[in-house]
């Protein structure tokens, strides 16, 4: 059974950070391309940042680079985003997604609101 589940959001103050963790399961988590996405209120889903199966390459939207880093771990089976320097323009349900050839896992999404 196929489990990918989204933790770490939460209220944060602008200028402040956060990690959210993606915990996989069920598939061979190392074979697969991990992506965040996010969905803020009122707007389309949009992609945030990608790694390789082997972690060797990160790529970034251009609205989070330099601010958010995406990593992960593969003994744990687990991809995480580092947050920093939010706004409010990053408020959003934060969706782990798993991907390999025409295979897409998505996780329930984690909320993040960033607001003093």
């Known amino acids: 059974q196929v489990q990918v589940a989204e933790s770490g959001g939460g209220l944060v103050q602008p200028g402040g950070s956060l990690r959210l963790s993606c915990a996989a399961s069920?598939?061979?988590?190392?074979?697969?391309?991990m992506n965040w996405y996010r969905q803020a209120p009122g707007k389309e889903r949009e992609w945030v940042a990608g790694?390789?199966?082997?972690?060797?390459?990160?790529t970034y939207a251009d609205s989070v680079k330099g601010r958010f880093t995406i990593s992960r771990d593969n003994v744990k089976n687990t991809v995480y985003l580092q947050m920093n320097s939010l706004n409010a323009e990053d408020t959003a349900v934060y969706y782990c997604?798993?991907?390999?050839?025409?295979?897409?896992?998505w996780g329930q999404g984690t909320r993040v609101t960033v607001s003093s």
């Open positions: 997604n798993a991907w390999r050839l025409h295979v897409n896992y």
């Open positions: 069920g598939f061979t988590f190392s074979s697969y391309a």
């Open positions: 790694i390789t199966s082997s972690g060797g390459t990160t």
